[in-house]
């Protein structure tokens, strides 16, 4: 967990963060939320919203898969390798 995770006003948590505790003399313990398809840089290297192609603890993509992208606005893509390869002999065909 980190310390932080609050929004720049501290009136909430920053999106992708989900966060316990806190009070007036404490900070919250925060952490990114894996599986919500908002990936945190620094902390989440690949988060599909929980949809398999990427590993439950986010920190990369299951074997098997080419996963890409992911940031505050958009999850990461995840394709089995058998499946990319397919579509672009077919690609290739054309």
Do not use: R, W
Not at 64 to 79: K, Q, S, W
């Amino acid at each position: 967990m980190l310390k932080g995770g609050s929004n720049s006003s501290c009136s909430g948590f920053a999106t992708g963060f989900k966060c316990i505790g806190g009070s007036q003399t404490s900070s919250s313990e925060c952490s990114a939320i894996c599986g919500d398809g908002i990936v945190i840089l620094g902390k989440e290297k690949c988060d599909d919203k929980a949809k398999g192609g990427c590993l439950p603890d986010c920190s990369g993509g299951v074997t098997g898969y080419n996963c890409t992208g992911g940031d505050l606005t958009h999850a990461t893509v995840c394709v089995l390798k058998s499946v990319q390869t397919y579509q672009a002999a077919q690609q290739a065909s054309i």
